[in-house]
């Protein structure tokens, strides 16, 4: 009898960037998302954030619309021209049809509003790598 190959995905986790303004926020949620055997990279600006994503492969990058050195609409249309087949979440007010509309043209996966917190995030199929 032949032993076993191992699985090729053995130890594989998923890799997601993350570029938030609040701290708090950023901290929590890579926390969580590292519980679920994710790989965090935090970032502090957009710039930032694609480069890692582009180093890392990224799986999954979430981004606050309101960032310091560009916004995260124009981050998420550059990562999603970079990176066709990463996704891409953005964290901001998503009440308005306006910003649904944004979202959509500049290729986001999903605009999760920031007073759904970490809950919004996790209760999400791009939670799961290789999520459609």
């Not at 993350?18 to 969580?32: I, Y």
């Not at 990058?61 to 560009?70: G, H, K, S």
Request: proline content about 5%.
């Amino acid at each position: 009898m032949t032993p076993v190959a191992k699985d090729a995905t053995a130890g594989y986790r998923p890799c997601l960037v993350l570029a938030h303004r609040d701290p708090a926020l950023s901290r929590e949620t890579a926390r969580r998302f590292r519980r679920l055997g994710w790989d965090v990279y935090q970032a502090q600006s957009g710039a930032e954030a694609r480069r890692l994503a582009r180093m890392m492969g990224a799986e999954l990058t979430i981004l606050d619309v309101d960032l310091d050195d560009e916004s995260g609409w124009l981050v998420c249309a550059k990562l999603r021209r970079e990176l066709p087949a990463s996704r891409v979440v953005l964290v901001g007010d998503a009440a308005c049809s306006r910003s649904q509309q944004m979202a959509a043209f500049v290729g986001a996966s999903a605009l999760v509003p920031p007073g759904e917190g970490i809950a919004g995030l996790l209760q999400a199929d791009w939670t799961r790598p290789n999520a459609a």
